[in-house]
């Protein structure tokens, strides 16, 4: 056992989380892709450490029938609980001013968890921006999210693996399965980088794009969409 | 739940979509809160190349969509599977607005990407509330979709107006005459004699041959009509060569004219065949048969009616199978501006027929005459009611003798011509403009001198009485006559400065019948409390715009149509300005021509006051953008003339 559930025995579950955990255990994922409701999400950190780093603003935006809802974004900052490292301002454009105003995480995330529904996640590297957010969700509600996730990176990489890049995008050196890039091969509207809203619409775009390409070949049900990388290195 | 209830956490607007429409028409013309509305009901949705977004006549629309990235192309597929391809639509650009607007929510035409497309889909609820909110935007896709839309409108007049009468679609408006020509053009040499020509047209159980030369063109053309009245008739040898009897230079028409400008053509000219010519060639002949096949209730045999007439009285009741033809014509789809010349056309023949048998049986004239009509029917612009508005122009007595007599012989056929018409259900003027008043019977020197006062001392009452004259033209008898008028008006009018004055101030008098607010004024109270003058609020301010600007620049045409075109082609109206009047124009006209064809069939007399409650959404929308139309030819007199707001 591990230590977060030995920690669920004295934490009660948030009964949201308990009811999600019921639900997307017997989702069903034969149905065609659009019948599913998406939050693709972005978070903005101040580093890469788990441990230490912390969460300073979060972006999403809703899917429904693979359409991307721009009414129904989702877009917070969040003060952090130590001061804000100096570097990381330099590449998410926040301001110690701005985040100084800013809720802190325990009152943003449940509005978040809430706006998440009983949609699925979706987000370009996913797991970071999930291990981030579990770590807060595990101390705040004693439960991880249970929302499945789809990882854009892996998408676009099982598509390139299938389909292959149009020759006229090819960069020299091989790929980049970085954000922006990925999307200025595909030719998508650009966005502005390193803002967690731009991002995760960003990321809306390359998912909705990558989807219909893979439902344009044949694969019509979320299952068939994640089995179409398996014989590759890339199975989900 | 929306994050932005939320204190501390942003109020989300999607820039990308607010940032896009703010640099889109016409919505950058839209204050911030009503763009972020708009945004925020915004739908962003990716389309693969090769989707097709809308199948005609299939699709729901329930959004109207914006390309952000990508493109579309739209076409057309008809029962056959032939596409016609419509137009390219890249970034920045729409589909949907049409079926939305016209609230059929039904694509019209096929939409499919030719790349890998993003569009911003805003419901039609959103985007109908706009148009109603903005006069702006309202402004524009009614502007950028006139052509269009005024189509939409018409087709809503013909549909919604008129209880559908005949079911087979005719093709009068669609056929271009090409596609009425069969076979090979059936030819015969010049050198022939008329005996071959006659067994070559039974052989071919045809009744005509085009007549080529040595080098094969074809230079004339030979009718049973001919057979029989130039050679049998005559008791000319059957061996004379089909080159002295055919009928030459030959009347053509290109192929690729409808089939109601054939009528038309064949209706003035008095002929039944055309040959058809195609890039220099002539492919073939085009008969009134052949229409006639394509026709129920024809102009054509009501033209035929007319012509065969022996007597006045038979002419009678002929004048009054006019709105029948008219109804036929409105139905396959004429525009308003076809339909009143086709009018013209009749009552012209009504009107020649008439006097032809009038002089007939009062003998030749002591002078060269010319009938003078005037107002509408002088512009060639009838509609159901016209009023008689006619003159007598006469050539110059050479003494006294010749005088006398000619005041006894026009008087006579004067007054008898007008009692003839009102028996053909033509009402006399009110103002008695008509040939049967002495006033309006004069020679050619009494007619320069009443425009010449009308010019030269002008009085507002005066000028405002005396526009209908400037829009005489001939319509019997010696048409020299008034041709030598006109090019005396042609000369003087455009030195005229203060009778022009007057003339456009007069043009000023209509106002358009739109508050601040551009909401429809009507009339508030008398007989014809609600309703709308479509005649003088609508129409005459274009005629009087046309008519001033016209004589200013020394354009002898009469119909307003073809007055502005001149206008435009001579540089005297803006491209933009000249296209939205002339769709406000037409659209005005079609508007009253229904609305006094069904009072004719409910058998009420035909007026011009329209009830704008009776209008669909659309037709009032198109309306008030007719009116609008109005204000800016006004304020182009005004600037022209630097006259105020009166």
């Known amino acids: 056992m591990s230590f977060f559930s030995i920690s669920e025995l004295f934490r009660p579950t948030h009964p949201m989380f308990a009811e999600n955990k019921h639900y997307f255990k017997t989702l069903d994922q034969f149905q065609p892709v659009e019948e599913y409701e998406f939050v693709v999400l972005d978070t903005e950190l101040t580093g890469l450490h788990e441990r230490q780093d912390e969460i300073v603003s979060i972006g999403a935006v809703r899917i429904k029938n693979m359409q991307i809802l721009a009414g129904e974004t989702f877009y917070a900052h969040v003060k952090p609980e130590k001061p804000l490292p100096k570097n990381s301002t330099l590449i998410h454009r926040i301001t110690p001013q701005q985040l100084e105003s800013a809720p802190p995480l325990h009152e943003v995330l449940p509005n978040f968890i809430y706006y998440c529904g009983k949609a699925l996640l979706v987000g370009h590297f996913v797991d970071l921006d999930i291990a981030f957010l579990n770590r807060a969700c595990r101390h705040l509600f004693g439960s991880p999210l249970h929302n499945p996730c789809v990882d854009t990176l892996r998408l676009a990489q099982i598509h390139l693996e299938r389909f292959g890049v149009p020759y006229r995008n090819k960069i020299d050196g091989g790929h980049s399965f970085n954000l922006t890039e990925l999307c200025r091969q595909y030719g998508l509207p650009a966005f502005v980088p390193h803002d967690a809203l731009q991002d995760a619409l960003q990321t809306a775009y390359l998912f909705l794009f990558l989807i219909k390409k893979f439902q344009g070949e044949g694969y019509r049900t979320m299952r068939e969409i994640f089995r179409a990388g398996q014989g590759s290195r890339w199975a989900l | ?646």
């Not at chain 2, 096929?110 to 959103?126: G, Q, R, S």
């Not at chain 2, 075109?565 to 005297?572: A, F, R, S, V």
């Open chain 2, 1 to 646: 739940m929306r994050a932005s209830s939320h204190t501390n956490i942003h109020a989300v607007a999607p820039e990308i979509v607010l940032e896009f429409l703010s640099h889109t028409l016409p919505f950058n013309e839209l204050d911030a809160d009503t763009l972020r509305n708009l945004a925020s009901s915004c739908i962003i949705d990716f389309f693969p190349k090769g989707t097709v977004i809308f199948r005609q006549a299939q699709t729901q629309v329930r959004h109207f969509y914006l390309i952000q990235k990508g493109g579309v192309k739209i076409y057309l597929k008809d029962e056959n599977g032939t596409v016609t391809l419509k137009d390219f639509r890249g970034e920045g650009e729409y589909f949907g607005a049409l079926p939305i607007i016209q609230g059929t929510n039904m694509a019209n035409l096929n939409v499919e990407t030719v790349e890998d497309t993003f569009c911003f889909l805003f419901p039609k609820e959103a985007f109908l509330g706009l148009i109603q909110s903005s006069p702006k935007v309202t402004h524009y896709f009614l502007r950028s979709m006139s052509e269009k839309l005024v189509k939409t409108a018409y087709a809503q007049l013909r549909q919604h107006k008129m209880a559908p009468r005949t079911e087979n679609a005719l093709f009068l408006f669609s056929a271009q005459v090409g596609d009425i020509v069969k076979g090979a053009p059936k030819t015969i040499a010049a050198t022939d004699n008329v005996q071959m020509a006659a067994a070559r047209m039974a052989e071919l159980h045809i009744g005509s041959l085009l007549i080529h030369d040595q080098e094969k063109k074809i230079i004339g053309i030979i009718t049973d009509r001919d057979l029989r009245t130039k050679v049998v008739a005559a008791g000319l040898d059957y061996q004379t060569p089909v080159s002295q009897i055919m009928a030459t230079p030959l009347k053509t028409i290109p192929s690729h004219q409808v089939c109601f400008d054939a009528m038309l053509q064949m209706m003035h000219l008095s002929i039944h065949h055309l040959a058809v010519e195609q890039q220099g060639a002539i492919i073939g002949v085009i008969t009134t048969h052949d229409i006639m096949l394509l026709q129920g209730t024809s102009p054509l045999y009501l033209f035929r009616e007319i012509v065969a007439q022996r007597t006045i009285e038979g002419l009678y009741p002929l004048a009054r199978k006019v709105p029948a033809v008219i109804r036929t014509l409105i139905e396959e789809g004429a525009k308003a501006n076809n339909i009143t010349r086709m009018i013209t056309v009749l009552n012209d023949h009504i009107l020649d027929r008439l006097l032809t048998l009038l002089v007939e049986e009062l003998g030749p004239a002591p002078l060269p005459f010319c009938w003078l009509v005037m107002g509408s029917e002088g512009r060639r612009e009838q509609t159901f009611i016209t009023d008689q508005d006619n003159a007598l122009l006469y050539a110059d007595p050479e003494n006294q003798t010749q005088a006398e007599l000619a005041v006894a012989y026009f008087t006579t056929l004067g007054e008898k011509a007008i009692r003839h018409l009102v028996g053909c259900g033509y009402p006399p003027c009110p103002g008695e403009i008509m040939a049967s008043n002495p006033k309006w019977r004069q020679p050619i020197t009494g007619w320069r001198g009443y425009f010449d006062r009308w010019l030269n001392r002008p009085e507002p009452l005066e000028v405002m009485h005396s526009t209908i004259f400037f829009d005489f033209r001939a319509a019997y008898g010696d048409a020299t006559l008034a041709e030598s008028l006109r090019q005396y008006l042609v000369r003087n009018v455009p030195q005229q400065e203060i009778f022009l004055l007057h003339l456009a101030k007069n043009a000023l008098e209509a106002r358009p019948p739109l508050s601040f607010f551009r909401n429809l004024i009507v009339e508030k109270d008398g007989e014809h409390k609600n309703s709308l003058d479509l005649k003088t609020k609508g129409l005459v301010p274009f005629v009087d715009f046309a008519r001033l600007f016209a004589l200013k620049h020394g354009i002898p045409e009469n119909n307003t149509l073809g007055r502005l075109q001149i206008l435009h082609e001579d540089g005297h109206l803006s491209h933009e300005l000249y296209s939205e009047t002339v769709k406000a124009y037409e659209f005005l006209m079609q508007l009253r021509l229904i609305h006094q064809l069904r009072m004719i069939e409910q058998n009420q007399p035909p007026d011009n006051h329209l009830n704008p409650a009776d209008l669909s959404e659309l037709e009032k929308q198109t309306l008030k953008e007719a009116f609008e139309v109005v204000r800016r030819l006004q304020s182009h007199i005004r600037q022209e003339y630097r006259l105020g707001e009166g």
